[in-house]
T-cell receptor, first 112, second 115 residues
Framework: KQEVTQIPAALSVPEGENLVLNCSFT??????LQWFRQDPGKGLTSLLL?????REQTSGRLNASLDKSSGRSTLYIAASQPGDSATYLC???????????FGTGTQLKVEL | DTGVSQDPRHKITKRGQNVTFRCDPI?????LYWYRQTLGQGPEFLTY????????KSRLLSDRFSAERPKGSFSTLEIQRTEQGDSAMYLC?????????????FGPGTRLTVL
């Protein structure tokens, strides 16, 4: 059974700081890995999707890397802003059906 | 707005009552997923449809839960005889398959509170 772990569970940083969120998964036979953002009481917004054959994806200030063999991914956020405050969820797609297995998330707070 | 919509956004019910939630996916998407998210946890997969066929159900989906997608468009999730443990956010997502290069698009969720 696929299990996804995210570290740290919570993180508070001052505005402008660069930061790294970590995700690990137990079964390396994945189709892709995705990072989502969730604001309090809201649905999920996709940030980045990395195919299993890819090593990284970039979007603006966000960069996600994938090391499938070691079962790890990182989300790098450059020059953090208060608007980045949210919960960040990592999810992997394994097996058929395209269903996602999520981690428990990292709750990020960026302070002025 | 052509995103995924869910109705209602919030539902408060008493234990033992039945509730039904609706999800309208992005119109051209043939896959529709239901997830459940409890406080402080990531979403957990419940079930998914390809067009009108329900192809997989999680063991989390007890006999009290039933989902339908009768015409391959909108979907409903019904919970019978609700229990306090059913309190959660119920999320719906849709995608266009068989592309594995695309993400699932999530709706805003229905927050259920069982008193």
């Amino acid at each position: 059974k696929q299990e996804v772990t995210q570290i740290p569970a919570a993180l508070s940083v001052p505005e402008g700081e660069n930061l790294v969120l970590n995700c690990s998964f137990t079964d390396s036979a994945i189709y892709n890995l995705q990072w989502f953002r969730q604001d309090p009481g809201k649905g999920l917004t996709s940030l980045l999707l990395i195919q299993s054959s890819q090593r990284e994806q970039t979007s603006g200030r966000l960069n996600a890397s994938l090391d499938k063999s070691s079962g790890r991914s990182t989300l790098y956020i450059a020059a953090s802003q208060p608007g980045d405050s949210a919960t960040y969820l990592c999810a992997v797609e394994t097996g058929g059906g395209n269903k996602l297995t999520f981690g428990t998330g990292t709750q990020l707070k960026v302070e002025l | 707005d052509t995103g995924v919509s869910q109705d209602p956004r919030h539902k408060i019910t008493k234990r033992g009552q039945n509730v039904t939630f609706r999800c309208d996916p992005i119109s051209e998407h043939n896959r529709l997923y239901w997830y459940r998210q409890t406080l402080g946890q990531g979403p957990e997969f419940l079930t998914y449809f390809q067009n009108e066929a329900q192809l997989e159900k999680s063991r989390l989906l007890s006999d009290r839960f039933s989902a339908e997608r009768p015409k391959g468009s909108f979907s409903t999730l019904e919970i019978q005889r609700t229990e306090q443990g059913d309190s959660a956010m119920y999320l719906c997502a849709s995608s266009l398959e068989p592309l594995r290069t695309d993400t699932q698009y999530f709706g805003p969720g229905t927050r259920l509170t069982v008193l």
